[in-house]
């Protein structure tokens, strides 16, 4: 699960599903959106592979809370080149699995 809760607290990611917070008395509720997907279907949406909206229609990714903030999730990541930086991270971490299997 990942939960994200506006723009001032940090997103959580978690294997039970979080507690929506709740608004306090005074307060407007803040945004709220929770995406469940497998990790094979996060690393797959988050290096490009798989759309939001395919991911929904498919049933791979599941969305509760502010449809407008889930929305705008696939944007955000496009523009801060997410997809581009988790396969630079991904060879990376293939580089060094490799030579620490060539060490043994």
Do not use: H
Request: charge should be positive; hydrophobic fraction near 40%.
């Amino acid at each position: 699960y990942l939960l994200f809760q506006g723009f001032d607290a940090p997103a959580i990611v978690s294997q039970k599903r979080p507690e929506i917070p709740k608004a306090k008395q005074d307060e407007q509720p803040i945004p709220v959106a929770i995406f469940q997907l497998e990790d094979a279907d996060l690393l797959n949406f988050m290096s490009g592979g798989l759309t939001g909206s395919r991911g929904i229609v498919s049933g791979k990714i599941k969305i509760a809370g502010a449809m407008e903030l889930a929305e705008q999730l696939e944007q955000i990541f496009s523009k801060a080149k997410g997809a581009e930086k988790t396969l630079a991270y991904l060879e990376q971490k293939r580089g060094r699995s490799e030579r620490a299997k060539a060490r043994l």
